[in-house]
């Protein structure tokens, strides 16, 4: 797979994951996939101070990004 690809993957699963955490008033956006292997991500609105944005973060953003992209080893959030 290529990293245009898996940029491809990475943004269909973020718009999977998005209208969970928009119901919630919060939002994510992909910040860059480096090495093809870690991909960095913003929580935005009401993830930003929420306090089980980590738990958010791995079970459910990396759980569904690595469905759509298997080759990803580690979602980080970078916080603003």
């Known amino acids: ?12 699963a973020l718009d999977e994951i998005r209208p969970f955490l928009q119901s919630d008033g919060g939002d994510i956006s992909l910040l860059s996939i480096e090495d093809d292997k870690l991909v960095k991500v913003q929580l935005q609105g009401a993830c930003v101070g929420c306090t089980v944005n980590q738990m958010t ?20 959030n970078i916080e603003a």
């Open 1 to 12: 797979m290529t990293s245009e690809e898996i940029k491809e993957n990475v943004l269909k």
């Open 57 to 76: 973060l791995k079970s459910g953003v990396e759980m569904t990004i690595k469905k759509y992209a298997p080759q990803i080893v580690e979602v980080v």
